[in-house]
């Protein structure tokens, strides 16, 4: 038999080549994490989730302290210091990215720091990450039994070429100013291009954000997205939506957008433009053709439920796999690929319980399957909602804006999904999360005890009226049926 220098090779040492690397090499598999970026710790803890979360929490603070006379207190004149904002964001990401490199230098797999790309399908070269100025200390090649490709996403270009010339600020750099634009134009109506619009929006940012569909948020209902736009609006933030880009001009030091919008040609004129528009996967460099790995045309590596691609020896997880940017879900499918690794076919990836949660406020959560979702699938269900603004816990914290709905189905009544508008969306969403962990119904949620007053409690609102709707449903059916027999 073929000897390999590794049982696995893993490229990519971000949230998912981790999870792999941690998950064969627990399995008694000799690993190596292969990670060409500048930086250790992948997209989450550097440029993602965390860091963005640190700066949307100052940003709330913020709004609730300029709030603060609704509840009665006198705080002052207010002023925002965006330059210690940015240098506490650094500090915790800097603790979390130091874990993440101690992690991956544990001793427990070996870490190289190198750009990989694949010889075949067994073999990749090494080459290193600044052109050749880097002191190597790794070997040109490595061969490897298995595969897990991890190597995330990175900025998707530009639709528009003519958005080139205006240096447009990305997710990425937008994380590193120094200072805030006095104007701000955001591309794009994602989770990332509405929490980033709050959050300049919050600290004294003039913002317009113009967003090619009908609604932003596109992954929820229109009817959630909807509570999010009107904050939006009612906080001063300029909202463009099912527009067409045109064009795109820098003049001094301004910089201008026209699109189309209801029939007309619209202009907006920034200190800086954001471009949210998305990411892709950081694929394009790995050669993958050499190793028979198939892709979609975006370069997302085609993957099985068991994490594995078109080579089945070689696995791939996170963003470059998809179909879902979100980093637990890349945790998950990780952990997966590193199991099936170890003992093929052991697992497989299960999206029944997805979870999504966009982090403005109100946030925007869901679980399971939303009316839009289930309605394209084709799915029989029953949904129920209740706002915030008949709420006894939301209507003390003066955060009256949006909903919780749940969708069951309309015969067992087992819960197909929930979706929270509102305050705490993220963490109020877990309830559900481990309700359809258990397959509950919507009658045993209604039964849970609930300690009043609470936000969680809002739930068994539309709970009770679901299991209401099924049990007159279930009885209405049996008393056809004894009438047919009669």
Request: hydrophobic fraction near 45%; charge should be positive; include cysteine.
């Amino acid at each position: 038999m073929k000897q390999f220098d590794f049982d696995v090779a893993i490229i990519g040492g971000g949230s998912a080549g981790y999870a792999a690397a941690r998950t064969t090499a627990s399995a008694g598999l000799k690993t190596v994490v292969i990670e060409g970026g500048e930086e250790v710790g992948g997209l989450c803890i550097l440029r993602g989730c965390m860091p963005t979360k640190a700066l949307l929490y100052m940003a709330e603070v913020a709004h609730l302290v300029k709030s603060a006379d609704t509840f009665g207190v006198r705080a002052g004149k207010i002023s925002l210091n965006f330059k210690k904002a940015m240098a506490r964001k650094h500090l915790i990401i800097k603790d979390f990215a130091d874990c993440r490199t101690q992690q991956l230098t544990s001793g427990k797999f070996k870490f190289i720091r190198a750009n990989a790309k694949f010889l075949d399908a067994h073999t990749v070269a090494l080459s290193s990450r600044d052109g050749g100025g880097q002191k190597k200390d790794f070997p040109p090649t490595i061969t490897a039994k298995n595969f897990v490709i991890t190597t995330g996403s990175v900025i998707a270009p530009e639709p528009l070429c003519q958005l080139n010339d205006l240096d447009c600020l990305t997710s990425d750099t937008a994380l590193k100013l120094k200072k805030l634009p006095k104007s701000l134009i955001v591309l794009g109506g994602g989770p990332t291009a509405c929490e980033f619009a709050q959050f300049f929006s919050r600290f004294g940012v003039r913002v317009t954000l113009v967003q090619r569909s009908p609604h932003i948020l596109q992954d929820f209902d229109a009817d959630a997205a909807a509570v999010v736009e009107t904050v939006f609006k009612r906080e001063g933030i300029r909202v463009f939506m099912g527009t067409k880009l045109l064009d795109a001009k820098r003049k001094g030091k301004q910089k201008t957008i026209w699109f189309e919008h209801n029939g007309k040609k619209v202009s907006v004129s920034a200190e800086e433009v954001l471009f949210a528009l998305g990411r892709v996967p950081n694929t394009a460099s790995l050669d993958l053709e050499k190793a028979g790995v198939k892709t979609k045309p975006n370069g997302m590596v085609i993957t099985d439920e068991q994490m594995r691609t078109s080579t089945p020896h070689i696995y791939s997880a996170g963003d470059c796999a998809g179909p879902h940017e979100i980093v637990h879900v890349a945790v998950l499918q990780g952990e997966i690929a590193g199991r099936n690794v170890a003992r093929p076919g052991s697992a497989r990836m299960d999206y029944r319980l997805l979870i999504l949660v966009v982090f403005t406020d109100p946030q925007l959560a869901f679980v399971g399957l939303t009316e839009k979702e289930a309605a394209a699938r084709g799915i029989p269900f029953l949904a129920a909602s209740y706002p915030f603004n008949d709420h006894g816990k939301s209507i003390i914290m003066n955060a009256m804006d949006g909903f919780v709905k749940l969708l069951a189905d309309p015969k067992s009544g087992e819960i197909l999904g929930g979706e929270c508008a509102g305050p705490m969306g993220g963490d109020l969403i877990h309830e559900i999360v481990a309700a359809m962990a258990k397959r509950m119904t919507v009658r045993e949620l209604a039964a849970m005890p609930h300690y009043h007053p609470t936000l969680a409690e809002i739930w068994t609102y539309p709970a009770e009226e679901l299991a209401e709707k099924i049990s007159q449903s279930v009885s209405f059916a049996g008393l056809a049926v004894r009438t047919e027999i009669c």
